[in-house]
């Protein structure tokens, strides 16, 4: 028998037809799992995908996929954000399959690698305080707590929180 560690684990951009598809299906049944939210969140990853996925600028935006023994484990996506200079972050996930490999960080590293090399000088995302695995990945690259605030989504009484990563003297590699 195969152990989990000697399984096969590689990250590589998201062009493959299903990739998109997985990643709606896969943020709906992991969040639905992990912290019962209802499909209001896969509406808001289907909407980010279909944009990503119908407009988006291959030199300035970009999508990566996770896969452990060639199965889809997780996902990132960069995208342009409100001013030329800045990107964002969105709909990072490591399912529980690929979970304990280091693929939140490789993929958060992909992304950043990309944002640099397409000439953005920030990195902004949003995310739910609850996600204290990804914080801590966003946190070991630098990133910095913006602003937050409670809102009601999903079906529970959650806290958004806003995290900015300079690229002009932030790190491309987690700190421990």
């Known amino acids: 028998m195969v152990q989990q560690d000697q399984k096969q684990a590689d990250v590589r951009r998201a062009d493959r037809p299903g ?10 049944e992991a969040y639905d799992q992990q912290f019962g939210w209802n499909t209001d969140f896969e509406v808001l990853v289907a909407g980010i995908v279909a944009d990503y996925g119908s407009k988006h600028d291959p030199a300035r935006e970009a999508a990566w996929i996770a896969e452990v023994d060639g199965r889809r484990v997780g996902c990132v996506f960069l995208v342009a954000g409100p001013r030329p200079e800045v990107a964002k972050l969105r709909i990072l996930l490591v399912t529980p399959e690929g979970r304990g490999r280091g693929l939140g960080k490789r993929l958060v590293g992909e992304c950043l690698s990309f944002a640099r ?30 602003d937050q605030e409670h809102h009601h989504s999903y079906g529970h ?18 700190r421990g």
């Open 19 to 28: 990739d998109l598809g997985w990643v709606v299906m896969a943020h709906g």
């Open 117 to 146: 090399e397409a000439g953005y000088e920030q990195v902004t995302l949003w995310t739910n305080d609850v996600l204290s695995t990804a914080r801590k990945i966003y946190q070991g690259f630098g990133f910095t707590l913006a």
């Open 157 to 174: 009484d959650l806290v958004g929180q806003n995290w900015i990563l300079d690229l002009r003297t932030g790190t491309t590699d987690a």
